[in-house]
């Protein structure tokens, strides 16, 4: 899949110049009832694949799938319906919830978009079991986004973004804006939803401590392009492409003999503009061990690991070029 968005010269007759490659040929598999974390640092396209598979934002090329349907070339009518299935719980708990509106409409609100629970007693009784399953009083619903912490508000962001009831629900930097204090009971509280509700989570942080804290599987992602997938355990364990060990390597560990045994990678350089992707690897430019064929020969994603569910894009585990 990709989202290319054009870039455009300044000046009145306006041209397109390029394109930025904010997600340049991902192919990534959901699988149901998993919880899929994607890192990496900000502005490798991560937030921008979260956004296109529910088509928050519009892919150029490539093929989304949801359950077989290429979700690209939906009607209207389908989208809505995927919009139902398919929802995001958004970073930000104070730009994303209306401070006009009382808790209980916001949380109402996509009950009256998608025809559910119709009529008001049927309505408000689902708003309360809505917030009792985040773990608030149903008698806050009366009361605005202001009154509430943090911690508080996104917890009424995840009430609003279950009431569909949907079947996979994506978490772009759901706890990044929260004090730390409350990032671990917002955590647990996703981690207990997904297994109760049996949804299918990803999980979109650049935090890799909490993203392992919640993953079943892991993809790393940079400049676009995801370079390494692995289950959460075989990630940490054996991290095989040089970025994700560089990842590693700054995710701090609680014992203080294992931090004075640990080898910290830094990473020197940049992020390279998504504008400008580098020749042949396009983390060459940072990887401590790039070599010749780094330069000119773009990595495909192979196998690293006996099962196969381990894959890098990396020439260090044999030189196997991307297609195109
Ligand atoms: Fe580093 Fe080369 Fe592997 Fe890219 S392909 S991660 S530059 S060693
Ligand atoms: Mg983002």
Do not use: N, W
């Given at each position: 899949m990709q989202v290319h968005f054009p870039v455009r010269s300044k000046g009145?007759?306006?041209?397109?110049?390029?394109?930025?490659?904010?997600?340049?040929g991902v192919d990534l598999d959901v699988y149901r009832g998993e919880t899929l974390g994607l890192v990496g640092e900000?502005?490798?396209g991560k937030s921008t694949l979260g956004n296109a598979l529910l088509r928050l934002v519009e892919p150029t090329g490539g093929t989304v799938e949801f359950d077989g349907t290429d979700?690209?070339?939906?009607?209207q009518r389908d989208l809505r319906a995927l919009r139902r299935r398919a929802v995001m719980v958004f970073q930000d708990p104070y730009a994303s919830l209306?401070?006009?509106?009382?808790v209980g409409q916001t949380v109402a609100e996509p009950l009256q978009v998608h025809g559910l629970h119709r009529g008001a007693a049927a309505r408000a009784a689902r708003v309360a079991e809505l917030l009792d399953l985040v773990g608030?009083?149903?008698?806050?619903?009366?009361?605005?986004?202001?009154?509430?912490s943090g911690g508080q508000r996104q917890r009424v962001g995840i009430a609003r973004a279950l009431a569909g009831e949907p079947d996979f629900v994506v978490c772009d930097e759901?706890?990044?804006?929260?004090?730390v204090s409350v990032q671990a009971q917002v955590l647990n509280l996703l981690r207990s939803l997904q297994r109760t509700l049996g949804l299918t989570l990803l999980f979109v942080s650049h935090d890799l401590a909490a993203v392992r804290h919640l993953s079943d599987r892991i993809a790393v992602m940079y400049l676009g392009r995801v370079v390494e997938v692995a289950s959460a355990a075989d990630l940490a364990a054996d991290p095989q492409h040089p970025y994700t060990q560089a990842l590693l390597s700054a995710v701090p560990v609680p014992s203080p003999a294992r931090e004075r045994r640990r080898e910290r990678i830094v990473l020197t350089g940049d992020v390279p503009s998504a504008a400008r992707v580098p020749s042949g690897c396009r983390f060459r430019t940072r990887c401590?061990?790039?070599?010749?064929?780094c330069a000119t020969v773009d990595p495909a994603l192979q196998p690293v690991g006996a099962a196969g569910a381990h894959v890098a894009a990396c020439h260090?585990?044999?030189?196997v070029p991307a297609a195109d």
């Open positions: 009145l007759r306006r041209k397109t110049t390029g394109a930025v490659r904010a997600v340049d900000s502005g490798c979700v690209t070339g939906l009607s209306d401070p006009r509106m009382t608030l009083d149903p008698a806050v619903a009366s009361r605005y986004p202001h009154e509430f759901a706890i990044a804006s929260l004090d401590p061990q790039a070599f010749d064929p260090l585990h044999g030189l």
